[in-house]
Protein backbone atom coordinates (compact mmCIF):
# COMPACT_ATOMS: atom_id res chain seq x y z
CA UNK A 1 0.00 0.00 0.00
CA UNK A 2 2.99 2.55 0.84
CA UNK A 3 4.43 1.58 -2.45
CA UNK A 4 0.75 3.09 -4.73
CA UNK A 5 0.61 6.16 -2.25
CA UNK A 6 4.23 6.65 -3.52
CA UNK A 7 3.72 6.22 -7.01
CA UNK A 8 0.38 8.14 -6.88
CA UNK A 9 2.44 11.33 -5.45
CA UNK A 10 5.20 10.89 -8.36
CA UNK A 11 2.95 10.26 -11.84
CA UNK A 12 0.17 13.19 -10.67
CA UNK A 13 2.80 15.84 -11.42
CA UNK A 14 4.43 14.69 -14.02
CA UNK A 15 1.00 14.01 -15.73
CA UNK A 16 -0.08 17.41 -15.28
CA UNK A 17 3.16 18.76 -16.96
CA UNK A 18 2.73 16.68 -19.79
CA UNK A 19 -0.35 17.93 -20.12
CA UNK A 20 0.36 21.10 -19.56
CA UNK A 21 3.02 21.06 -21.82
CA UNK A 22 1.45 19.16 -25.15
CA UNK A 23 -1.19 21.65 -24.66
CA UNK A 24 1.34 24.69 -25.06
CA UNK A 25 3.22 23.02 -28.09
CA UNK A 26 -0.25 22.42 -29.52
CA UNK A 27 -0.88 26.35 -29.12
CA UNK A 28 2.55 27.50 -30.79
CA UNK A 29 2.09 24.83 -33.93
CA UNK A 30 -1.43 26.65 -34.31
CA UNK A 31 0.16 30.34 -34.35
CA UNK A 32 2.71 29.16 -36.38
CA UNK A 33 0.46 27.18 -38.96
CA UNK A 34 -2.56 28.70 -39.29
CA UNK A 35 -2.77 31.85 -40.76
CA UNK A 36 -6.10 32.99 -39.17
CA UNK A 37 -5.09 32.48 -35.61
CA UNK A 38 -5.82 35.88 -33.89
CA UNK A 39 -4.62 34.83 -30.06
CA UNK A 40 -2.78 35.37 -27.87
CA UNK A 41 -3.40 38.87 -27.96
CA UNK A 42 -1.08 41.74 -26.35
CA UNK A 43 -1.01 44.99 -25.99
CA UNK A 44 1.65 47.22 -28.32
CA UNK A 45 3.03 50.88 -28.42
CA UNK A 46 5.15 52.48 -31.15
CA UNK A 47 6.32 56.01 -31.47
CA UNK A 48 5.11 57.72 -34.61
CA UNK A 49 8.41 60.26 -36.07
CA UNK A 50 7.38 63.63 -36.80
CA UNK A 51 8.43 65.02 -40.21
CA UNK A 52 11.16 67.70 -39.53
CA UNK A 53 10.36 71.19 -40.65
CA UNK A 54 12.01 72.67 -43.85
CA UNK A 55 13.95 75.55 -44.49
CA UNK A 56 13.58 77.54 -47.28
CA UNK A 57 15.16 80.65 -48.82
CA UNK A 58 14.19 83.92 -49.81
CA UNK A 59 10.57 84.39 -48.49
CA UNK A 60 9.63 80.68 -49.93
CA UNK A 61 9.69 81.50 -53.45
CA UNK A 62 12.09 79.20 -54.29
CA UNK A 63 11.79 75.51 -53.21
CA UNK A 64 13.20 74.28 -50.10
CA UNK A 65 16.88 74.07 -49.61
CA UNK A 66 16.35 71.06 -47.03
CA UNK A 67 13.58 69.13 -46.50
CA UNK A 68 12.48 65.75 -44.32
CA UNK A 69 11.49 62.51 -46.26
CA UNK A 70 8.77 59.85 -44.79
CA UNK A 71 11.56 56.47 -45.53
CA UNK A 72 11.17 53.18 -44.10
CA UNK A 73 14.78 51.27 -42.78
CA UNK A 74 14.60 47.56 -42.89
CA UNK A 75 16.61 45.54 -40.91
CA UNK A 76 16.45 41.50 -41.49
CA UNK A 77 16.43 38.70 -38.80
CA UNK A 78 18.33 35.69 -40.15
CA UNK A 79 16.84 33.76 -36.89
CA UNK A 80 13.23 34.87 -37.73
CA UNK A 81 13.96 34.48 -41.14
CA UNK A 82 14.87 30.51 -40.58
CA UNK A 83 12.28 29.78 -37.83
CA UNK A 84 9.57 31.30 -39.46
CA UNK A 85 6.54 29.48 -41.75
CA UNK A 86 5.49 31.59 -44.32
CA UNK A 87 2.71 30.69 -46.55
CA UNK A 88 -0.73 31.66 -47.72
CA UNK A 89 -3.96 29.96 -46.61
CA UNK A 90 -4.16 27.15 -49.46
CA UNK A 91 -0.78 26.59 -50.50
CA UNK A 92 2.47 24.87 -49.29
CA UNK A 93 4.75 26.50 -47.16
CA UNK A 94 7.35 29.71 -48.91
CA UNK A 95 11.01 28.07 -49.15
CA UNK A 96 13.51 30.04 -47.66
CA UNK A 97 15.31 31.00 -51.21
CA UNK A 98 12.00 32.25 -52.44
CA UNK A 99 11.43 34.30 -49.53
CA UNK A 100 15.37 35.89 -50.32
CA UNK A 101 14.41 36.16 -53.36
CA UNK A 102 11.36 38.64 -52.35
CA UNK A 103 13.57 40.33 -50.03
CA UNK A 104 15.92 41.26 -52.78
CA UNK A 105 13.45 42.63 -55.71
CA UNK A 106 11.55 44.81 -53.98
CA UNK A 107 14.67 46.44 -52.39
CA UNK A 108 16.36 46.18 -55.28
CA UNK A 109 19.60 44.57 -53.78
CA UNK A 110 21.53 41.56 -54.72
CA UNK A 111 20.35 37.81 -54.12
CA UNK A 112 23.58 36.86 -53.56
CA UNK A 113 23.93 39.50 -50.58
CA UNK A 114 20.94 39.18 -49.02
CA UNK A 115 21.16 35.13 -48.98
CA UNK A 116 24.56 35.56 -47.62
CA UNK A 117 22.88 37.89 -44.65
CA UNK A 118 20.02 35.44 -43.87
CA UNK A 119 22.87 33.11 -43.40
CA UNK A 120 25.06 34.68 -41.50
CA UNK A 121 25.16 33.96 -37.60
CA UNK A 122 23.85 36.80 -35.47
CA UNK A 123 26.49 39.00 -33.44
CA UNK A 124 26.41 39.11 -30.04
CA UNK A 125 23.91 41.19 -28.63
CA UNK A 126 22.42 42.29 -31.89
CA UNK A 127 21.43 40.05 -34.44
CA UNK A 128 19.47 42.27 -37.21
CA UNK A 129 21.46 43.60 -39.89
CA UNK A 130 20.64 46.32 -42.45
CA UNK A 131 18.98 45.84 -45.64
CA UNK A 132 17.96 49.48 -46.87
CA UNK A 133 16.17 53.11 -46.45
CA UNK A 134 12.92 53.06 -49.05
CA UNK A 135 10.52 55.79 -49.72
CA UNK A 136 8.82 53.36 -52.28
CA UNK A 137 5.28 52.32 -51.21
CA UNK A 138 5.42 49.18 -53.22
CA UNK A 139 8.63 47.75 -51.30
CA UNK A 140 6.74 48.29 -48.30
CA UNK A 141 3.33 46.61 -48.67
CA UNK A 142 5.66 43.60 -50.35
CA UNK A 143 7.82 43.38 -47.13
CA UNK A 144 4.72 43.83 -44.64
CA UNK A 145 3.10 40.80 -46.02
CA UNK A 146 3.71 38.24 -44.04
CA UNK A 147 2.22 35.15 -45.90
CA UNK A 148 4.86 36.57 -48.64
CA UNK A 149 8.59 37.25 -46.14
CA UNK A 150 9.51 36.73 -43.15
CA UNK A 151 12.32 38.13 -40.63
CA UNK A 152 12.17 42.11 -41.97
CA UNK A 153 12.14 44.43 -38.92
CA UNK A 154 10.69 47.89 -40.35
CA UNK A 155 11.19 51.26 -38.87
CA UNK A 156 10.02 54.06 -39.89
CA UNK A 157 12.25 56.86 -40.29
CA UNK A 158 12.75 60.54 -41.72
CA UNK A 159 15.60 61.34 -44.32
CA UNK A 160 17.17 64.67 -44.26
CA UNK A 161 17.70 65.33 -47.91
CA UNK A 162 19.96 69.00 -48.62
CA UNK A 163 18.76 69.32 -52.41
CA UNK A 164 22.09 71.38 -53.30
CA UNK A 165 24.45 69.19 -51.74
CA UNK A 166 27.21 71.10 -49.92
CA UNK A 167 26.13 74.49 -50.91
CA UNK A 168 25.16 76.52 -47.69
CA UNK A 169 26.61 73.56 -45.85
CA UNK A 170 27.76 76.15 -42.75
CA UNK A 171 24.75 78.09 -42.89
CA UNK A 172 21.96 75.26 -43.55
CA UNK A 173 24.08 72.86 -40.66
CA UNK A 174 23.50 68.82 -40.35
CA UNK A 175 21.69 66.67 -38.57
CA UNK A 176 23.10 63.99 -36.67
CA UNK A 177 21.97 60.20 -36.85
CA UNK A 178 19.82 60.79 -34.39
CA UNK A 179 18.05 63.26 -36.41
CA UNK A 180 19.29 66.15 -33.86
CA UNK A 181 20.87 69.37 -35.44
CA UNK A 182 24.70 69.45 -35.23
CA UNK A 183 25.75 72.80 -36.58
CA UNK A 184 24.21 75.22 -38.60
CA UNK A 185 20.81 76.35 -38.62
CA UNK A 186 20.17 72.27 -37.99
CA UNK A 187 21.61 73.23 -34.68
CA UNK A 188 20.61 76.94 -34.06
CA UNK A 189 16.71 76.09 -34.21
CA UNK A 190 16.49 72.48 -33.57
CA UNK A 191 13.77 72.61 -31.03
CA UNK A 192 11.64 74.92 -33.96
CA UNK A 193 12.49 72.34 -36.56
CA UNK A 194 11.86 69.32 -34.51
CA UNK A 195 8.20 68.25 -34.59
CA UNK A 196 6.32 66.28 -31.75
CA UNK A 197 6.22 62.77 -32.11
CA UNK A 198 2.66 60.29 -32.46
CA UNK A 199 1.55 57.39 -30.89
CA UNK A 200 -0.24 54.57 -31.56
CA UNK A 201 -1.15 51.69 -29.06
CA UNK A 202 -3.13 49.03 -29.77
CA UNK A 203 -3.51 44.90 -29.90
CA UNK A 204 -1.31 42.57 -32.10
CA UNK A 205 -2.71 39.36 -32.49
CA UNK A 206 -0.10 35.92 -32.14
CA UNK A 207 2.07 36.76 -35.34
CA UNK A 208 2.87 40.25 -34.07
CA UNK A 209 0.14 41.83 -36.84
CA UNK A 210 -2.03 44.67 -35.39
CA UNK A 211 -5.57 44.71 -35.11
CA UNK A 212 -6.55 47.75 -36.23
CA UNK A 213 -9.76 47.64 -34.68
CA UNK A 214 -8.19 47.02 -31.41
CA UNK A 215 -6.29 50.40 -31.47
CA UNK A 216 -5.90 52.38 -28.03
CA UNK A 217 -4.55 55.59 -28.65
CA UNK A 218 -3.89 56.93 -32.65
CA UNK A 219 -1.94 60.56 -32.31
CA UNK A 220 -0.74 61.41 -35.17
CA UNK A 221 2.79 63.52 -35.51
CA UNK A 222 3.00 67.20 -35.28
CA UNK A 223 5.17 68.24 -37.81
CA UNK A 224 8.27 70.88 -36.84
CA UNK A 225 8.26 74.34 -38.00
CA UNK A 226 9.57 75.91 -41.26
CA UNK A 227 12.43 78.17 -41.31
CA UNK A 228 12.51 80.81 -44.33
CA UNK A 229 15.57 82.72 -44.82
CA UNK A 230 16.87 86.03 -46.33
CA UNK A 231 19.78 83.88 -48.50
CA UNK A 232 18.52 84.76 -51.97
CA UNK A 233 19.73 81.44 -53.85
CA UNK A 234 21.35 82.40 -56.92
CA UNK A 235 23.49 85.36 -55.08
CA UNK A 236 24.67 82.69 -53.26
CA UNK A 237 25.42 80.32 -55.82
CA UNK A 238 27.44 83.09 -57.78
CA UNK A 239 29.14 84.02 -54.95
CA UNK A 240 30.41 79.80 -54.15
CA UNK A 241 31.39 80.06 -57.28
CA UNK A 242 33.18 82.99 -57.29
CA UNK A 243 35.00 82.43 -53.83
CA UNK A 244 36.08 79.10 -55.12
CA UNK A 245 37.53 79.97 -58.37
CA UNK A 246 39.67 83.17 -56.28
CA UNK A 247 41.04 80.64 -54.09
CA UNK A 248 41.86 78.73 -57.54
CA UNK A 249 42.92 81.16 -58.60
CA UNK A 250 45.58 83.13 -56.46
CA UNK A 251 46.42 80.20 -54.41
CA UNK A 252 44.57 80.79 -51.15
CA UNK A 253 44.37 77.95 -48.79
CA UNK A 254 40.81 79.03 -47.37
CA UNK A 255 38.56 81.96 -47.65
CA UNK A 256 35.17 83.59 -47.16
CA UNK A 257 32.47 86.19 -48.32
CA UNK A 258 29.35 87.87 -46.99
CA UNK A 259 26.96 89.53 -49.31
CA UNK A 260 24.37 92.05 -46.86
CA UNK A 261 21.49 94.42 -47.70
CA UNK A 262 22.84 97.69 -47.24
CA UNK A 263 19.98 98.85 -45.32
CA UNK A 264 18.17 96.31 -43.54
CA UNK A 265 21.18 93.87 -42.63
CA UNK A 266 19.92 91.04 -43.92
CA UNK A 267 22.10 88.54 -45.37
CA UNK A 268 21.75 87.50 -49.07
CA UNK A 269 24.96 85.02 -49.68
CA UNK A 270 27.15 83.84 -46.81
CA UNK A 271 29.87 81.53 -48.89
CA UNK A 272 32.89 80.03 -46.11
CA UNK A 273 35.63 77.54 -47.66
CA UNK A 274 36.74 74.62 -46.83
CA UNK A 275 33.30 73.42 -46.31
CA UNK A 276 31.86 70.03 -45.55
CA UNK A 277 28.82 67.55 -46.90
CA UNK A 278 26.06 67.72 -44.49
CA UNK A 279 25.30 64.13 -44.81
CA UNK A 280 28.79 63.57 -43.17
CA UNK A 281 29.31 65.62 -40.93
CA UNK A 282 31.12 63.80 -38.39
CA UNK A 283 33.82 62.58 -40.29
CA UNK A 284 34.71 66.40 -41.61
CA UNK A 285 37.93 67.76 -40.30
CA UNK A 286 37.16 70.95 -37.85
CA UNK A 287 39.06 73.33 -40.48
CA UNK A 288 36.21 72.42 -43.02
CA UNK A 289 33.54 72.50 -40.29
CA UNK A 290 34.16 76.21 -39.30
CA UNK A 291 32.10 79.10 -40.36
CA UNK A 292 34.72 81.48 -40.72
CA UNK A 293 32.27 84.05 -41.75
CA UNK A 294 31.13 84.38 -38.31
CA UNK A 295 33.41 82.22 -36.30
CA UNK A 296 36.82 83.15 -37.17
CA UNK A 297 38.68 85.78 -35.27
CA UNK A 298 41.48 87.36 -37.20
CA UNK A 299 43.25 91.13 -38.08
CA UNK A 300 41.61 92.79 -40.34
CA UNK A 301 44.62 94.79 -42.11
CA UNK A 302 43.96 97.79 -43.42
CA UNK A 303 40.10 97.18 -44.16
CA UNK A 304 40.14 98.99 -40.37
CA UNK A 305 41.57 101.97 -41.38
CA UNK A 306 37.74 103.45 -42.69
CA UNK A 307 36.73 102.91 -39.56
CA UNK A 308 39.72 104.29 -37.70
CA UNK A 309 39.34 107.31 -40.12
CA UNK A 310 35.37 107.66 -39.55
CA UNK A 311 35.89 107.63 -36.18
CA UNK A 312 38.53 110.43 -36.01
CA UNK A 313 36.01 112.67 -38.22
CA UNK A 314 33.21 111.94 -35.71
CA UNK A 315 35.27 112.58 -32.83
CA UNK A 316 36.41 116.20 -34.20
CA UNK A 317 34.81 116.89 -36.87
CA UNK A 318 36.94 120.48 -37.07
CA UNK A 319 39.82 118.68 -36.80
CA UNK A 320 39.30 116.15 -39.10
CA UNK A 321 37.96 115.72 -42.44
CA UNK A 322 38.64 114.03 -46.23
CA UNK A 323 40.68 117.19 -46.37
CA UNK A 324 42.98 117.01 -43.28
CA UNK A 325 46.67 117.16 -44.19
CA UNK A 326 49.64 114.63 -42.32
CA UNK A 327 53.62 114.66 -43.41
CA UNK A 328 54.05 111.07 -44.89
CA UNK A 329 57.54 110.91 -42.90
CA UNK A 330 57.83 108.16 -40.80
CA UNK A 331 60.96 108.81 -38.34
CA UNK A 332 58.96 111.76 -37.30
CA UNK A 333 59.36 112.35 -33.55
CA UNK A 334 55.96 113.48 -32.23
CA UNK A 335 54.89 109.53 -33.04
CA UNK A 336 56.42 106.45 -31.51
CA UNK A 337 57.96 103.28 -34.03
CA UNK A 338 55.45 104.09 -36.95
CA UNK A 339 54.30 101.34 -39.47
CA UNK A 340 55.65 101.63 -42.91
CA UNK A 341 54.60 102.02 -46.23
CA UNK A 342 56.93 99.42 -47.71
CA UNK A 343 58.92 100.63 -51.03
CA UNK A 344 56.10 103.48 -51.41
CA UNK A 345 57.88 107.07 -51.99
CA UNK A 346 54.89 109.55 -51.47
CA UNK A 347 54.84 113.76 -51.35
CA UNK A 348 56.11 115.52 -48.16
CA UNK A 349 51.90 115.56 -47.25
CA UNK A 350 49.19 113.94 -47.78
CA UNK A 351 45.41 114.48 -47.12
CA UNK A 352 42.96 111.71 -45.31
CA UNK A 353 41.54 111.20 -48.52
CA UNK A 354 44.52 109.83 -50.24
CA UNK A 355 45.57 108.19 -47.39
CA UNK A 356 42.02 105.85 -48.08
CA UNK A 357 42.96 105.92 -51.60
CA UNK A 358 46.39 104.50 -51.17
CA UNK A 359 46.20 102.91 -48.16
CA UNK A 360 49.35 105.01 -45.90
CA UNK A 361 49.94 103.00 -43.22
CA UNK A 362 51.79 106.31 -42.11
CA UNK A 363 49.46 108.99 -42.37
CA UNK A 364 46.43 106.25 -40.66
CA UNK A 365 48.97 105.54 -37.74
CA UNK A 366 49.75 109.02 -36.83
CA UNK A 367 45.80 109.69 -37.28
CA UNK A 368 45.15 106.84 -34.71
CA UNK A 369 47.65 108.02 -32.41
CA UNK A 370 46.41 111.33 -32.34
CA UNK A 371 42.75 110.80 -31.07
CA UNK A 372 44.24 108.48 -28.86
CA UNK A 373 43.22 104.74 -27.51
CA UNK A 374 39.94 105.82 -25.74
CA UNK A 375 38.60 107.04 -28.43
CA UNK A 376 39.39 104.85 -30.77
CA UNK A 377 38.70 102.17 -28.93
CA UNK A 378 35.29 103.58 -28.39
CA UNK A 379 34.65 104.34 -31.79
CA UNK A 380 35.40 100.86 -32.91
CA UNK A 381 32.86 99.56 -29.99
CA UNK A 382 30.19 101.58 -31.67
CA UNK A 383 30.42 99.80 -35.16
CA UNK A 384 30.10 96.43 -33.55
CA UNK A 385 33.53 95.35 -32.84
CA UNK A 386 34.07 93.66 -29.40
CA UNK A 387 30.79 92.05 -29.58
CA UNK A 388 28.86 89.29 -30.98
CA UNK A 389 26.52 90.06 -33.58
CA UNK A 390 23.70 88.45 -33.25
CA UNK A 391 23.33 86.56 -36.45
CA UNK A 392 21.19 83.38 -35.92
CA UNK A 393 24.15 81.08 -36.48
CA UNK A 394 26.01 79.01 -33.89
CA UNK A 395 29.80 79.54 -33.06
CA UNK A 396 30.09 83.14 -33.57
CA UNK A 397 33.07 84.96 -32.34
CA UNK A 398 33.70 87.83 -30.06
CA UNK A 399 36.19 89.91 -32.03
CA UNK A 400 39.05 90.58 -29.89
CA UNK A 401 39.21 94.99 -29.09
CA UNK A 402 40.95 95.50 -25.99
CA UNK A 403 39.99 97.99 -23.93
CA UNK A 404 42.72 100.42 -22.97
CA UNK A 405 40.67 100.99 -19.35
CA UNK A 406 41.02 97.23 -18.35
CA UNK A 407 44.47 96.79 -20.16
CA UNK A 408 47.20 99.63 -21.20
CA UNK A 409 48.28 99.90 -25.00
CA UNK A 410 51.90 100.03 -25.57
CA UNK A 411 52.68 102.89 -27.94
CA UNK A 412 53.00 100.86 -30.66
CA UNK A 413 49.57 99.95 -30.59
CA UNK A 414 48.30 103.37 -30.45
CA UNK A 415 49.30 103.53 -34.14
CA UNK A 416 48.89 99.97 -34.99
CA UNK A 417 45.56 99.48 -34.28
CA UNK A 418 43.96 101.69 -36.04
CA UNK A 419 45.50 100.45 -39.49
CA UNK A 420 44.07 96.94 -38.60
CA UNK A 421 46.90 95.25 -35.77
CA UNK A 422 46.74 94.21 -32.56
CA UNK A 423 43.14 94.02 -33.15
CA UNK A 424 40.73 91.02 -34.47
CA UNK A 425 37.34 90.75 -36.07
CA UNK A 426 34.92 88.44 -37.41
CA UNK A 427 33.87 88.50 -41.39
CA UNK A 428 30.25 89.58 -40.43
CA UNK A 429 31.43 91.93 -37.58
CA UNK A 430 33.57 94.06 -40.56
CA UNK A 431 30.70 93.69 -43.28
CA UNK A 432 27.99 94.97 -40.14
CA UNK A 433 30.32 98.08 -39.73
CA UNK A 434 30.60 98.81 -43.56
CA UNK A 435 26.83 98.23 -43.66
CA UNK A 436 26.72 101.02 -40.91
CA UNK A 437 28.59 103.31 -43.66
CA UNK A 438 26.57 102.61 -46.42
CA UNK A 439 23.71 103.15 -44.46
CA UNK A 440 23.90 106.94 -43.45
CA UNK A 441 25.54 105.78 -40.02
CA UNK A 442 22.51 103.28 -38.88
CA UNK A 443 23.78 99.88 -37.97
CA UNK A 444 21.58 97.30 -37.98
CA UNK A 445 21.61 93.68 -36.70
CA UNK A 446 22.46 91.12 -39.43
CA UNK A 447 20.16 88.28 -39.60
CA UNK A 448 19.68 85.44 -42.11
CA UNK A 449 16.23 84.39 -40.81
CA UNK A 450 13.24 86.30 -42.17
CA UNK A 451 9.96 84.28 -40.37
CA UNK A 452 9.34 80.72 -38.75
CA UNK A 453 6.06 79.10 -40.06
CA UNK A 454 4.40 76.58 -37.82
CA UNK A 455 2.74 73.22 -39.39
CA UNK A 456 -0.51 74.80 -39.69
CA UNK A 457 0.91 77.89 -41.30
CA UNK A 458 1.22 80.53 -38.19
CA UNK A 459 3.22 82.69 -38.20
CA UNK A 460 4.99 81.88 -35.14
CA UNK A 461 8.86 84.59 -35.68
CA UNK A 462 8.63 87.64 -38.35
CA UNK A 463 12.06 89.56 -38.01
CA UNK A 464 11.35 92.80 -37.63
CA UNK A 465 14.69 95.20 -38.63
CA UNK A 466 16.59 96.07 -35.80
CA UNK A 467 18.72 99.57 -35.49
CA UNK A 468 21.85 98.23 -33.82
CA UNK A 469 23.71 101.52 -33.23
CA UNK A 470 24.51 105.00 -34.87
CA UNK A 471 28.37 104.89 -35.11
CA UNK A 472 28.52 107.88 -37.15
CA UNK A 473 26.22 110.74 -38.18
CA UNK A 474 24.70 110.45 -41.98
CA UNK A 475 27.46 113.35 -43.20
CA UNK A 476 30.27 111.54 -41.71
CA UNK A 477 29.15 108.70 -43.68
CA UNK A 478 28.36 110.18 -46.85
CA UNK A 479 32.10 111.79 -46.75
CA UNK A 480 33.55 108.60 -46.33
CA UNK A 481 31.68 106.87 -49.14
CA UNK A 482 33.06 109.80 -51.30
CA UNK A 483 36.39 108.75 -50.11
CA UNK A 484 36.50 105.29 -50.73
CA UNK A 485 35.45 105.87 -54.09
CA UNK A 486 38.91 106.49 -55.22
CA UNK A 487 39.87 103.01 -53.74
CA UNK A 488 38.12 100.52 -56.47
CA UNK A 489 39.99 103.56 -59.51
CA UNK A 490 43.23 103.90 -61.75
CA UNK A 491 44.95 105.57 -58.78
CA UNK A 492 43.45 103.05 -55.82
CA UNK A 493 44.81 99.85 -54.09
CA UNK A 494 41.94 98.19 -55.95
CA UNK A 495 41.81 99.08 -59.49
CA UNK A 496 40.54 95.19 -60.47
CA UNK A 497 37.17 95.64 -58.26
CA UNK A 498 36.14 98.29 -60.22
CA UNK A 499 33.07 97.70 -61.77
CA UNK A 500 31.63 99.49 -64.98
CA UNK A 501 28.45 101.92 -64.62
CA UNK A 502 28.70 101.78 -61.12
CA UNK A 503 30.50 103.24 -58.00
CA UNK A 504 32.09 100.84 -55.46
CA UNK A 505 33.01 102.40 -52.29
CA UNK A 506 35.55 100.32 -50.45
CA UNK A 507 38.53 99.43 -48.77
CA UNK A 508 41.77 97.13 -49.98
CA UNK A 509 43.37 95.06 -46.57
CA UNK A 510 46.28 93.07 -47.02
CA UNK A 511 47.33 91.42 -43.04
CA UNK A 512 49.89 89.55 -42.23
CA UNK A 513 49.21 86.14 -40.44
CA UNK A 514 49.96 85.96 -36.52
CA UNK A 515 51.96 83.24 -35.15
CA UNK A 516 49.96 81.34 -33.20
CA UNK A 517 50.84 82.22 -29.40
CA UNK A 518 51.22 85.61 -30.03
CA UNK A 519 54.95 85.64 -31.17
CA UNK A 520 54.95 87.81 -33.55
CA UNK A 521 53.87 87.02 -37.87
CA UNK A 522 54.63 84.57 -40.64
CA UNK A 523 56.94 85.67 -42.83
CA UNK A 524 55.67 85.98 -46.41
CA UNK A 525 52.00 84.99 -45.32
CA UNK A 526 48.72 87.26 -45.31
CA UNK A 527 44.80 87.41 -45.43
CA UNK A 528 43.34 89.64 -48.14
CA UNK A 529 40.48 91.05 -47.82
CA UNK A 530 38.31 93.80 -49.83
CA UNK A 531 35.21 95.06 -48.43
CA UNK A 532 32.73 97.06 -51.05
CA UNK A 533 29.85 99.11 -51.04
CA UNK A 534 27.67 99.17 -54.36
CA UNK A 535 26.94 101.51 -55.45
CA UNK A 536 28.55 104.54 -53.53
CA UNK A 537 25.92 107.08 -54.39
CA UNK A 538 22.57 105.19 -52.84
CA UNK A 539 23.85 101.64 -51.40
CA UNK A 540 22.07 98.64 -52.12
CA UNK A 541 24.30 96.09 -50.89
CA UNK A 542 27.81 95.67 -49.08
CA UNK A 543 29.86 92.23 -50.03
CA UNK A 544 32.98 91.28 -48.36
CA UNK A 545 35.42 88.78 -49.77
CA UNK A 546 38.95 87.55 -47.29
CA UNK A 547 41.30 84.99 -49.25
CA UNK A 548 43.34 83.11 -46.34
CA UNK A 549 47.07 82.34 -48.02
CA UNK A 550 48.94 79.65 -46.32
CA UNK A 551 51.82 79.61 -48.76
CA UNK A 552 53.79 82.53 -50.18
CA UNK A 553 52.31 84.04 -53.76
CA UNK A 554 52.39 86.90 -55.58
CA UNK A 555 48.76 87.50 -55.48
CA UNK A 556 48.73 88.36 -51.88
CA UNK A 557 47.81 91.84 -51.94
CA UNK A 558 44.00 92.60 -51.13
CA UNK A 559 43.66 94.97 -54.04
CA UNK A 560 44.74 92.05 -56.67
CA UNK A 561 43.18 88.82 -55.05
CA UNK A 562 40.11 89.59 -53.14
CA UNK A 563 39.10 92.50 -55.53
CA UNK A 564 38.84 90.59 -57.85
CA UNK A 565 36.78 87.97 -56.28
CA UNK A 566 34.76 91.04 -55.07
CA UNK A 567 33.82 91.94 -58.70
CA UNK A 568 32.68 88.57 -59.91
CA UNK A 569 30.26 88.37 -56.66
CA UNK A 570 29.17 92.03 -56.69
CA UNK A 571 28.33 91.58 -60.60
CA UNK A 572 26.13 89.18 -60.21
CA UNK A 573 24.09 90.38 -57.16
CA UNK A 574 23.48 93.46 -59.02
CA UNK A 575 22.37 91.06 -61.99
CA UNK A 576 20.01 88.99 -59.84
CA UNK A 577 19.08 91.93 -57.31
CA UNK A 578 18.07 94.28 -60.25
CA UNK A 579 19.98 97.31 -59.15
CA UNK A 580 20.55 99.91 -61.26
CA UNK A 581 23.65 101.70 -62.40
CA UNK A 582 24.60 105.20 -61.06
CA UNK A 583 26.98 105.90 -63.97
CA UNK A 584 25.03 104.77 -66.73
CA UNK A 585 27.31 106.70 -69.17
CA UNK A 586 30.06 104.34 -68.32
CA UNK A 587 27.80 101.47 -70.05
CA UNK A 588 28.02 103.79 -73.11
CA UNK A 589 31.54 104.60 -73.06
CA UNK A 590 32.94 100.65 -73.16
CA UNK A 591 31.65 98.06 -74.88
CA UNK A 592 31.98 95.05 -72.49
CA UNK A 593 33.71 94.35 -68.85
CA UNK A 594 36.75 93.27 -70.54
CA UNK A 595 37.37 97.10 -72.51
CA UNK A 596 36.46 98.99 -69.19
CA UNK A 597 39.11 96.72 -67.24
CA UNK A 598 41.85 97.52 -69.93
CA UNK A 599 41.37 100.89 -70.01
CA UNK A 600 41.46 101.42 -66.01
CA UNK A 601 44.65 98.89 -66.13
CA UNK A 602 46.25 101.44 -69.07
CA UNK A 603 45.40 104.83 -66.93
CA UNK A 604 46.55 102.98 -64.03
CA UNK A 605 49.93 102.69 -65.56
CA UNK A 606 50.62 106.57 -64.99
CA UNK A 607 50.45 106.14 -61.35
CA UNK A 608 52.32 102.81 -61.06
CA UNK A 609 51.01 99.70 -59.63
CA UNK A 610 50.17 100.77 -56.03
CA UNK A 611 49.55 98.01 -53.85
CA UNK A 612 48.11 97.51 -49.94
Not at 273 to 290: E, R, T, V
Not at 414 to 420: E, K, L, Q, T, V
Not at 474 to 493: C, E, F, K
Not at 600 to 609: F, L, S
Request: aromatic letters at 8%; one cysteine or more.
Amino acid sequence: MPMRGENLRFWTPVTLLAVLAAYSGQKLVRSHVDPEVSAPKYVFERSLPARRGSILASGGRFAPLVKSVPHWEYRLDPVALTNAVVRRRGEPQRPKAAIVKTIADALGLKYAKVKSMASAAPTRGWRSQFLALSSDPDAHRTLADSTLVAGVAIHDKQVRQYLHGRSMAHILGSVNSEGVGSSGLELRFDRELTGTSGVVRGMKDARGRELYDKRLISIDPKPGADIYLTVEPNVQFETEQALSWGMAEFGAGSGWAIVMDAASGAIYAMASYPDFNPLSFGSASDSAKMNRAVAFNYEPGSVMKVLTVATAMEYDPKRFGPATVYRTTRDDPGYYKLPGDGSHVWEPTMTLKDAIVHSSNIVIGKLAYDIGPLVLHDGLRRFGLGAKTGVELPGEQYGILPDPRKRQWDLASRSRAGIGQFVAVTAIQLASAYQAIANDGVRMQPHIVSRIVGPGGEELFSHVPKEAGRPISPATARALRDMMVGVASPQGTARRAAIRGYSVAGKTGTAQKQIPGGKGYFAGLYRATFCGIVPATAPRIVVLVTLDFDKKTVYHQGGNSAGPVFKRIALASIRYLGIAPDRPEELDEFDSEDEFDRIVDERAAKYGIIQD
